[in-house]
């Protein structure tokens, strides 16, 4: 299913964009699975983010956690026997879940913890040194080295 929106005059004029227009055509695609478990998505810093997911009632083991390179998978499956419980009420969903985050480039996750319910997935941009900007010194004609030269020793 494609957008309501025509990204073909851009795909002229830009190389290298791809990957952007595909994540802007992703978003716009409705998906039913997105609404659950519920997610916080926070700015804790200028180069740091954290994902909370309220996952009440699965354990540490019950969840997987796995980036592959600008993908961070969230998924997790109860292992448990619900057989012989007989329920009047069943208000907390322990239904399995795979959950989705396209991280932009340089993005790693430092850290996850479980805690009262609440998944913490901390995440770090760590642009390597080659990639940062770096100031270019500007030389001019007079300031180039000159060349000496050498007489033959006696």
Do not use: C
Not at 7 to 33: A, N
Not at 137 to 152: G, L, N, R
């Amino acid at each position: 299913m494609r957008s309501a929106f025509d990204f073909s005059p851009l795909y002229r004029s830009t190389v290298g964009f791809d990957r952007l227009f595909d994540l802007l055509d992703q978003s716009s695609q409705i998906d039913t699975m997105t609404n659950w478990p519920p997610y916080n998505i926070e700015k804790a810093g200028e180069d740091q983010y954290v994902i909370t997911m309220a996952i009440a009632g699965f354990s540490t083991d019950e969840i997987e956690i796995t980036q592959k390179e600008n993908q961070l998978v969230v998924s997790g499956q109860r292992k448990g026997s619900e057989e012989g419980k007989q329920y009047l009420h069943r208000g907390i969903a322990t239904r399995a879940f795979k959950q989705t985050f396209n991280l932009a480039d340089h993005v790693k996750v430092t850290g996850a913890s479980l805690e009262n319910g609440l998944l913490t997935v901390d995440l770090k941009r760590e642009v390597p040194e080659a990639l940062k900007p770096r100031r270019i010194e500007i030389t001019t004609a007079k300031s180039q080295p000159q060349q000496i030269e050498h007489s033959k020793a006696a």
